[in-house]
């Protein structure tokens, strides 16, 4: 009984272990068979390229107005600015800043004390040197009556030598002393007509119609007036209703802006309105930023990290509008506009080499070069002159896709806007060309590359 009761207690350990064994083969089976497809799928997959996100647009027909853009501020085209000849005290100012005046209304008076003194001084000394005059005219009559007798006496030998020649030296120190009353008398005038012009000076009067744009002075303020250089600035008369924007234009873009092109200008002042406008003037020489007595050898040193600009003057076609001296301002001048052209965006076109590289890879493969080579002076040379080839060899190229790949294209582009660029060959219109992302055009993509299309974020498709 005892025998036959203790042998099922020992089969079911046995059987148990039999199943955990197997349990454990078909696990390691399981992931034997997942590790081989694994493998398998990485080895199939290993010499394939990568798939690159990007974003197409299609060529399109537009027409491109090529714009430069500069800033600047508005002025009136015609400002007088008001200073004296004259030195001395404001004693009036009839007129305030922002009024009207009229060619001929008094704008300044200065205290003519002085001059007035200086005038009557003059006309005293005119009246001596008339009088002198007379008294040396008298004298010459005298002396040439004398003369006429002593010269009758001395032809019938009645008189001395000497007495003849004393009455010929004072028939010539008469006519002297007379000739030197005359100019004493021009003199004098002259100092006269120079006190009467610094008199009038002392009041000055308005050169043209036009709104005291600025005011400097103060009744009772002393000025300077000289003739040498500009006296003190008192104010200034400007002609408000015709305006004009002055602005800076880079050198590399003055080459392309031309009398009477069109300008956008628009205003700080007015936000969202846009003013039109027209180039009447550019300057012929760069803009100075050097003073007159900054060091040669300085301005010499940071002239390579100047920037070189020109002053371009644009008039404004806005009567009605109420603009200042002095507000800011912004124009994009229309150089030159094209009608009917292939256009892509502007990111889409970009450079390579023959061959297709990249300019990163130009240089990783002149850094190479430089490395093999010893570096003695003609290598540096040839050198420099293999990397002055290859950056004259860059090609413009813009990816057109082509399924799931893309094709690099040479074009010939032409001017550009703010947004797309002419080609004028290499690229039709509705073809799809590449337009991101900037590190896919520019360094990544080659010509036959695989690519995958990025799609639209949700708001981007509303």
Request: proline fraction near 3%; avoid cysteine; charge should be neutral.
């Amino acid at each position: 009984m005892s025998t036959t009761g203790t042998q099922p207690l020992t089969a079911k350990p046995i059987v148990a272990k039999k199943k955990s064994r197997k349990r454990l083969y078909w696990i390691l089976g399981g992931l034997l068979v997942l590790g081989v497809l694994i493998t398998a799928a990485i080895i199939k997959n290993k010499g394939k390229e990568p798939l690159l996100m990007v974003t197409t647009e299609k060529a399109i027909i537009k027409t491109i107005t090529h714009v430069v853009t500069a800033t600047g501020k508005v002025q009136p085209e015609l400002e007088v600015k008001i200073s004296p000849e004259v030195a001395g005290e404001l004693i009036e100012l009839p007129f305030l800043e922002g009024q009207r005046v009229k060619k001929g209304d008094t704008l300044v008076r200065i205290k003519p004390d002085f001059y007035q003194a200086q005038l009557d001084q003059q006309e005293a000394s005119l009246a001596s040197a008339q009088a002198s005059s007379v008294l040396s005219q008298a004298r010459l009559t005298k002396a040439e009556q004398d003369f006429k007798q002593a010269n009758t006496l001395y032809a019938k030998e009645l008189i001395s030598d000497a007495d003849f020649t004393t009455a010929t030296a004072n028939l010539n120190v008469a006519k002297a002393d007379f000739d030197s009353s005359v100019a004493q008398i021009r003199r004098t005038d002259g100092s006269l007509s120079q006190a009467r012009d610094q008199l009038a000076k002392t009041t000055l009067y308005a050169p043209m119609d036009g709104t005291i744009s600025s005011l400097t002075s103060e009744v009772g303020e002393r000025v300077v007036g000289t003739n040498q250089f500009a006296g003190t600035e008192i104010m200034r008369v400007a002609d408000l209703a015709n305006m004009e924007v002055r602005v800076k234009v880079n050198e590399n873009d003055i080459v392309n802006v031309k009398l009477h092109d069109h300008t956008v200008i628009t205003i700080d002042a007015f936000p969202g309105r846009r003013f039109q406008g027209e180039v009447y003037e550019i300057s012929t020489s760069a803009l100075s930023l050097g003073g007159a007595g900054s060091n040669q050898s300085a301005q010499a040193a940071s002239a390579s990290d100047e920037v070189t600009n020109f002053l371009v003057k644009i008039k404004v076609s806005a009567p009605d509008a109420k603009l200042r001296p002095g507000m800011s301002a912004t124009v994009d001048i229309e150089t030159e506009t094209v009608k009917d052209v292939v256009a892509v965006p502007v990111q889409s076109v970009t450079v390579r080499a023959e061959g297709g590289k990249t300019t990163e890879e130009l240089q990783k493969d002149r850094e190479k070069v430089a490395k093999e080579r010893s570096g003695n002076d003609l290598e540096v040379v040839q050198e420099r002159e293999e990397a002055k080839r290859t950056i004259e060899s860059l090609l413009r190229v813009v990816f057109v896709r082509k399924g799931d790949k893309v094709e690099m294209r040479k074009v010939e582009t032409g001017i550009t806007d703010n947004s797309h660029m002419e080609i004028k060959s290499g690229v039709k219109a509705g073809e799809e060309v590449i337009s991101g992302s900037y590190k896919a055009i520019s360094s990544q993509l080659k010509d036959g590359a695989k690519i995958m299309i990025q799609q639209p974020k949700p708001e981007e498709k509303k």
